[in-house]
């Protein structure tokens, strides 16, 4: 009998980590495979709250982040990081999500050894390799060396194509985000206590329309924030309104976000929430305001109008869809937009739609499959 491949699974944040433990469940519970997982714990607090929920103990753990960290440091200690591991481990395939600093390291370290890396959630472009910022580069870099490219979707397929990526190592997957939230949601319809811990405020807003929001990219730091945290100032002054805010750990949008909203009523600034309460608040939500990737494929997926507080995006699908809409950050836009949302009905109910171009629930079997084959 042959060895059976040796699939190294590596990831950092909190977006990857829910992005792949439905994979890591898949190739655990597959014989054709030994699964291994190292974290790069780029982030700490946020990424051990999704490990905790999922059941996945790694196999390493890098402990990276400090505080504050900057993009060359961070990607300096996670090549050499991971570098190590990879020469420990030896494994036939490297898998990494999406577009982050340890996506890109961890491919990076692969690619100097000569192990295949398999791209989950490969060819988003938005074209502009300042939106999003860092992660537009990341993820081309990673795009130019991958031997197995996952795209979520035909358009994100088309975009490698177009990049001249071997059409036989390109394959539509679907997005695992919804093998994710529909894993979440069976859990938390099993013990829904898991989600529970909103109680306080789902209460104290009774009869408020929630607007869930989040907010931390890093090409946003600075006006763009600020002009954020004004247009809340302004849409909290509704008393038919609350704002559930669970604020990233990053200091950076922390001191913008306290200083600018700590205080107001209808204004909730509470600690990142572990992944059943955030399906919970989706799910109470009447309308989100994010800048987050996942939470524009999650939203759709549950029939909730996003608006995206960001220039460009790398998901057309969902405003193709019309269950998201680019807003920018210019306060006055994100203040008519959503006030448009919750004063004109026919306009709520044309967002208001569920569907799925991201994905069915299947995407990481869809993966195991391919790494089977490959
Ligand atoms: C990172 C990713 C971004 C992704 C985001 C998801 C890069 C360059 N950025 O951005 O693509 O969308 O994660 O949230 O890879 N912190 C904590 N605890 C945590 C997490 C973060 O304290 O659990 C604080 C630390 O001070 C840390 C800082 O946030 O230094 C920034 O973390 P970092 O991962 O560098 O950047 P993010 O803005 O979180
Ligand atoms: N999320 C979460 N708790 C929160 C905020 C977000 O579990 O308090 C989840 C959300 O459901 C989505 C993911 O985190 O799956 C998005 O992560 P983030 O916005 O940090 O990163 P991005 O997707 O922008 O890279």
Redesign the pocket.
Known sequence: MTARPKILTVFG???EA??LFPLVHALQADERFESRVCVSAQHRG?LD??LDIAGVSPDHDLDLMTPGQTLDELTARALTGIGKVLDEEQPDWVVVQ?D?TTVMAGAIAAYYRKIPVCHVEAGLRSGNIHHPWP?EVNRRVVGTFAALHCAPTETSAAALLKENVDPASVHVTGNT?ID?LKWVTARIEEEPSLASGLADLETRFAGKRIIGM?S??RENFGDGMENIANAVKEIAQRDDIAVIF?V?LNPNVRAVMNEQLAGLDNVALIE????P???R??DISHLML??????QE?APALGKPVLVMRETTERPEGVEAGTAKLVGTDADTIVRETLRLLDNDDAYAAMARAHNPFGDGHSSQRICDLLAKA
């Open positions: 944040t909190r977006p829910i992005k946020m709250q999704v999406g982050t992660e985000v994710a989040t931390h990219r669970p990233h990142p929430l572990d992944y309460h955030f399906a608040l989706l994010t800048d987050s990737g996942g939470v999650e």
